[in-house]
Each structure stands twice: as C-alpha cells, then as structure tokens.
C-alpha cells in the first residue's frame, strides 16, 4: 500500500520545452532580424512627413530598425 504525502503542482500544458539546442541561438537572432528588416522596409515606405509625425527622419531608419527597443525621441532631445 502507498500512501501520498504531499500534492505536486504540475505546469501548464502549454510551458514551453527547457532542451537546449545549438540551432535555438542562432534561430532567434535570425527571427530578431526579421523584424528589424520588416521594420526597415515599413519605414521606408513612409513619406517624408509620415516620418517626421513619428519624429524620425530617414537618416534615423536604420538605427531605429536595429534598435527598437529605445524611442528615437529621447535621443533627439539627449542632444
């Protein structure tokens, strides 16, 4: 006979897998990539005062495609 001591709480169903790969590294920088050239390539559909609504110029695009995580408008008022 046994006897249970304690309940385990178990995840959820859905948490994701912990197996390390050495493909995952490079699998989400290129993911991240993706969504920076996405980005890039929406921005440069923008006209110029589609832009400048946002408070960037064209000169800015590349740097905030690669860096999307900090608003350009801080940088503007930084300087």
Same mark, same amino acid.
């Given at each position: 006979?046994? *006897?249970?001591? #304690?309940?385990?709480? $178990? #995840?959820? @169903?859905?948490? !994701?897998?912990?197996?390390?790969?050495?493909?995952?590294?490079?699998?989400? @920088?290129? $993911?991240?990539?993706? !969504?920076?050239?996405?980005?890039? *390539?929406?921005?440069?559909? %923008?006209?110029?005062?589609? %832009?400048?609504?946002?408070?960037? *110029?064209? #000169?800015? =695009?590349?740097?905030? @495609?690669?860096?999307?995580? =900090?608003?350009?408008?801080? =940088? $503007?008022?930084?300087?």
């Amino acid at each position: 006979m046994s *006897t249970i001591h #304690g309940i385990t709480e $178990l #995840g959820p @169903a859905t948490a !994701k897998r912990q197996v390390y790969s050495p493909f995952e590294n490079y699998w989400n @920088a290129f $993911l991240e990539w993706r !969504k920076g050239d996405r980005l890039r *390539t929406q921005l440069c559909h %923008l006209t110029d005062s589609e %832009l400048a609504d946002i408070g960037i *110029t064209r #000169g800015d =695009i590349d740097y905030v @495609a690669s860096h999307r995580d =900090i608003d350009p408008r801080s =940088i $503007l008022s930084a300087s």
